[in-house]
């Protein structure tokens, strides 16, 4: 916790370069549970938020507002019925961004979900504003959990004001991040579900990384397929 000294100042150590920081204290944000920031200024600054024009169905940031090569190929490859509605993502991959989620997901460093929580929570707000929307993280095989020891993509979810439903599970180990694009659009029976297990629900998937879009395709194509959904589409911290 941080301590507060005189004059209303916080001294606080950054998650990410571990360097002490200050932070002035307001009535308004002590009422708005803001008293601890969690990453100084410099680090902050080091993370790029997507904006301007982007893939309307992705959200890949990009010159004109089109559908980028990427959507054109999903939409020739699977039935439009059983297509991920839209995708949308908070920051672009930039090499801030990728060391720090690689401390986050592959050097188990769960804490650092709090240097997203309040962009990640804000963005998701603006773009699916639904109270009734429910979440679905993609999940990670058991395996893979369990050598982690978190699924980054619940932790992403528990930041926002939703309900969340585990329906997916994993049907392989293999490691999407070591595929090929070419594999990685072979790969298409990645998940399944229960039969009518979100039946009707309009459901938003929750990830940390739209690649190529393959993993969250094929999970929206399995829940609109299978488990009955009425409608899917995604969210997620970043796109590369």
């Not at 401390?103 to 990640?120: L, T, V, Y």
């Not at 707000?125 to 990670?140: F, T």
């Not at 039969?195 to 990384?209: C, F, Y």
Request: glycine share 4%.
């Amino acid at each position: 916790m941080p301590k507060e000294t005189g004059g209303g100042i916080h001294k606080l150590i950054c998650l990410l370069c571990d360097t002490p920081f200050s932070q002035p204290v307001t009535w308004r944000a002590f009422f708005l549970l803001k008293l601890e920031e969690k990453v100084c200024h410099s680090c902050r600054s080091k993370f790029k938020k997507i904006t301007g024009h982007i893939c309307p169905l992705c959200g890949k940031p990009q010159s004109i507002h089109e559908l980028c090569k990427d959507c054109e190929t999903w939409k020739l490859r699977m039935n439009d019925s059983l297509l991920l509605r839209q995708n949308r993502s908070v920051y672009t991959y930039n090499d801030m961004m990728k060391e720090t989620l690689s401390r986050f997901k592959f050097r188990g460093d769960a804490e650092i979900i709090n240097a997203f929580k309040s962009d990640f929570s804000s963005t998701f707000s603006k773009v699916y504003p639904d109270k009734h929307v429910v979440l679905v993280p993609i999940p990670l095989s058991k395996e893979r959990e369990k050598e982690r020891g978190f699924n980054q993509a619940q932790l992403l979810a528990e930041c926002l004001d939703r309900p969340i439903r585990h329906a997916l599970f994993r049907l392989n180990n293999e490691k999407q991040s070591k595929k090929t694009k070419a594999e990685r659009l072979l790969s298409e029976h990645i998940f399944d579900t229960k039969n009518n297990s979100v039946e009707g629900m309009n459901i938003i998937l929750i990830d940390d990384l739209y690649t190529t879009g393959a993993t969250l395709h094929f999970a929206a194509r399995c829940l609109l397929e299978k488990g009955k959904a009425g409608s899917v589409a995604s969210f997620t911290l970043i796109r590369s």
